[in-house]
């Protein structure tokens, strides 16, 4: 099986950063995608920034030129960077991984709270 084990969630400012991290473990195989996904409270989950093994990068519109994400394959961790943090960024933020002919995994949840 894979576990997604996520860190660096909290409490900060407007205009802040924050990092979040994710470190993959359990499996044999690479993935061929990870990233991130956020659920705020009353809303759908979706999609915050994924990349791939190769190092593509997508971007939700809301979070463009704001976060960086970036990732270590032979770690398999990927780290979310979030710079110029606004209260709307306030969610449950999920780490998400893909490998070929295999389930999508998803991480516990870390809190992302931003409030002056």
């Known amino acids: 099986q894979v576990q997604l084990v996520e860190s660096g969630g909290g409490l900060v400012q407007p205009g802040g950063s924050l990092e979040l991290s994710c470190v993959a473990s359990?499996?044999?195989?690479?993935?061929?995608?990870m990233g991130w996904y956020r659920q705020a409270p009353g809303k759908q989950r979706e999609m915050v920034a994924i990349?791939?093994?190769?190092?593509?990068?997508t971007y939700a519109d809301s979070v463009k030129g704001r976060f960086t994400l970036s990732r270590d394959n032979a770690k398999n961790t990927v780290s979310l960077r979030m710079n110029s943090l606004k209260p709307e960024d306030t969610a449950v933020y999920y780490c998400y991984a893909q490998a070929p002919a295999a389930p999508t995994y998803w991480g516990q949840g870390t809190q992302v709270t931003v409030s002056s």
């Open positions: 990349i791939t093994s190769r190092g593509t990068t």
């Open positions: 359990g499996s044999r195989s690479s993935f061929y995608a």
